[in-house]
């Protein structure tokens, strides 16, 4: 059973910094899709960023790009969501998640939330103005 705990969230002023972690058991990361999606109040679970299967791509979301990096450590076998330059709008819980495709699929159905089929509980990132 694949099991991700993410942890790493909290309360931090606009133009400052967080880094999210997300490590599992059960899985190696080396290999699967794994990305990090968040959901505010209100809203619908939106993508932030992906490594896809097998390291082909890194993708962001336009929102983040240049400001947010995706990175997986194997021998740990954990991610991490480096995020930089924080704006209230970037204020959700965030979710670390991958699946079980082996196989490359397409930069757009990596970005889709119903791709994915192991997920973390969620760790809460608020940002203040």
């Known amino acids: 059973q694949v099991q991700l705990v993410e942890s790493g969230g909290g309360s931090v002023q606009a133009g400052g910094s967080l880094r999210l972690s997300c490590a599992a058991s059960g899985r190696t990361f080396s290999t699967y899709a794994v990305a990090w999606f968040r959901q505010a109040p209100g809203k619908e679970r939106e993508f932030v960023a992906v490594i896809t299967w097998g390291g082909v791509a890194i993708v962001y979301a336009d929102s983040v790009k240049g400001r947010f990096t995706i990175s997986r450590d194997n021998a740990k076998n954990t991610m991490y969501l480096q995020m930089n330059s924080l704006k209230p709008e970037d204020t959700a819980v965030y979710y670390c998640?991958?699946?079980?495709?082996?196989?490359?699929?397409?930069?757009?159905?990596?970005?889709?939330?119903?791709?994915?089929?192991?997920w973390g509980q969620g760790t809460k990132v608020t940002v203040s103005s």
């Open positions: 998640a991958t699946n079980n495709l082996a196989g490359y699929i397409s930069v757009a159905a990596s970005t889709m939330p119903g791709n994915y089929n192991y």
